[in-house]
């Protein structure tokens, strides 16, 4: 609201207000989008996001392959009809294999959205989930509200801060541009994998003629501008075509005609789902999407996280300083999520202890209770008639099982290493003679995993759980009370570890112990909004020595290729 289009009202008091209001709310922002950009400056950064999607992206279509060829082992000894499940057998396969060819296309528009500034496939779901305020604060309206003064973002002052919002940017920019690149492919391969299975089934039917056409033809009413062909996307653009502007709905049925052309419209291009129900296709596929990067919205009905990370939002909505602790909530709570679901752990995974009481309850012929109305997910599933459902609920359990037992050995090898022993003399003695936390030890090299989330987070908690015991003191190695509260101990240890809640750990530190950790976090803060991050990763490849810090100064200098060295001693050990 912009308090000087009402000043003229009677009321100056609540303007006055509102103005302050106003004021303030554009200044955080303004803060919070310079802080946001300034972390999301470091390559290493973009980096990971990529290797992450990527790995989820191709990983994603084998899984559901895996667990469909289990379901259909399990099938074939039962002497069960095979048919489905060779459907989805199909599917998967054709799946992995349209990631080939709708790369491509998806970088095509990646490159679009780039240009655009803005996302294309699926724009209410971003990677930073940032209220739309802040993602373009850096603005010469914004400028001149807080300063009192007009600038014009076409010369002088104003266009100098219009440059600099827009140089800005650059890092979210970057991060949007492969978000939707991501996005575009697997929904565009997913969506391309349904369409071949349903076009072999036409043209076997003799219902269409040519398949390669009609697969060209459908898959450009499902891509159209690059949008996904969902209900959001749909109306949005019904709503731009059939405007209440035009001439012709300027009479007293305009407002219902207008309602009907739109309506008659959005049915036009979702297609007559008795032949093809495209937004079926196409509302799956983006949830694929949204799933293997990130960006699935937060249900208080999915578990703890995702309430935890719902009530986060709403208050940071209510008070958006918490941004600068926690710039992104959404996103680190899908990776824990994406990556407790493929665990081996009933206490993170419920779908193990959902399948378990399943099957106790349907064991000897006996039916589960209250099916329709039970919150009991695999119970649904599996009870259910979707083979597609099936596959990909039998594939997750399938790599809950096969992740335990490959990071389980790696940990157990020591080819894999987790947080170390909690004894911190200990600890400090091994990374002094070479040893390096969260990471994998091939031959005399140690090669860290902590950025190939979610992955790494699964390599992390299977390592702490084995350093655990194997590091417990002898007389507390049968000590099954606290081997188990050492487990849990080192899981949280290891979700503080992971850079995107160092801000919520830092809150807890500050809280707990004001003291000791008020001057550090506000050293970390001034460092962040100080030095970009692309300027802090250049410091650690010119220079890998940790240095001493024993002020907000220090940790701003720290940052800062050769300068850290002139400036700052090295941290040094007994030898």
């Known amino acids: 609201i912009d308090s000087r289009k009402i000043a003229g009202k009677n009321n100056m008091t609540a303007v006055g207000r509102l103005a302050k209001y106003d004021k303030r709310r554009r200044m955080v922002s303004m803060v919070n989008e310079y802080f946001v950009n ?24 084998l899984e559901v392959l895996m667990g469909a060829r289990i379901r259909k082992v399990g099938k074939w000894v039962r002497g069960e009809s095979l048919e489905e499940v060779n459907l989805e057998v199909d599917r998967a396969t054709r799946e992995f294999v349209e990631l080939y060819h709708q790369f491509g296309d998806a970088m095509r528009w990646g490159k679009k959205a780039w ?99 009609w697969l060209e033809q459908e898959m450009t009413a499902m891509t159209r501008r690059g949008q996904a062909l969902i209900e959001d996307n749909i109306e949005a653009e019904a709503v731009r075509r059939f405007s209440p502007d035009d001439p012709k709905y300027d009479t007293p049925d305009g407002p219902a005609q207008l309602a009907k052309d739109q309506d008659d419209w959005v049915k036009e291009q979702m297609g007559n789902p008795d032949i093809l129900n495209r937004g079926e296709i196409a509302d799956r596929a983006v949830q ?38 926690m710039p992104f909530i959404r ?40 099916l329709e109305n039970s919150k009991n997910e695999i119970a649904r599933i599996f009870s259910g008639t979707d083979e597609r459902a099936k596959a990909e609920a039998m594939g997750r359990m399938s790599s809950a099982v096969g992740f335990f037992t490959l990071f389980g050995m790696g940990a157990m090898s020591g080819t894999i290493t987790g947080g170390g022993p909690r004894d911190k003399n200990q600890r400090k ?27 790494a987070t699964l390599m992390g908690i299977y390592a702490d759980m084995y350093e655990v015991v194997q590091y417990a003191p002898p007389e507390e190695q049968h000590n099954i009370e606290k081997i188990t509260m050492g487990i849990v101990a080192t899981f949280f240890e290891n979700l503080q570890n992971k850079s995107y809640i160092q801000g919520l750990t830092n809150i807890a530190a500050v809280i707990n112990d004001p003291e000791r950790s008020v001057s550090k976090t506000a050293g970390t803060l001034a460092a962040s909004f100080t030095v970009p991050a692309l300027v802090a990763s250049a410091r650690s490849i010119t220079d890998d020595n940790m240095m001493e810090v024993r002020g907000m100064l220090d940790q701003i200098i720290s940052r800062v290729p050769l300068l850290s060295q002139t400036m700052l001693d090295p941290q040094r050990n007994v030898l």
């Open 429 to 455: 003695l091994m990374v002094e003679a070479g040893w390096q936390p969260y990471s994998v030890k091939i031959g005399d090299t140690y090669t860290s995993y902590r950025r190939l989330d979610p992955v």
């Open 331 to 370: 996103t680190p709570v899908n990776i824990f999520v994406y990556a407790a679901r493929r665990s081996g752990l009933p206490a993170v995974n419920k779908d193990i202890h959902r399948a378990a009481h399943y099957l106790y309850k349907t064991s000897f012929g006996r039916e589960f209770p209250n």
């Open 38 to 61: 300034m972390i999301l400056s470091s390559i290493r950064t973009l980096s990971t996001n990529t290797i992450g999607n990527t790995l989820t992206t191709i990983y994603g279509p």
């Open 115 to 213: 240009s655009n500034k803005d996302y294309i496939l699926d724009p209410g779901h971003a990677v930073h989930d940032l209220p739309e305020s802040m993602k373009n604060a850096w603005t010469a309206e914004n400028m001149g509200y807080i300063t009192g003064k007009e600038l014009d973002e076409t010369k002088g002052w104003g266009r100098a801060v219009s440059i600099f919002g827009n140089v800005l940017r650059t890092p979210s920019r970057a991060l949007m541009a492969t978000d939707e690149f991501f996005k575009q492919w697997n929904y565009r391969s997913t969506v391309a994998a349904d369409l071949t299975m349903k076009g072999r089934a036409k043209l076997e039917a003799g219902e269409i003629e040519n398949l390669d056409d």
């Open 288 to 325: 694929i999407a949204r799933e293997r990067t990130f960006t699935t919205d937060l249900d208080p009905e999915n578990g703890f996280l995702n309430s935890l990370g719902l009530n986060l939002q709403k208050f940071s909505y209510s008070h958006p300083w918490l941004r600068l602790f």
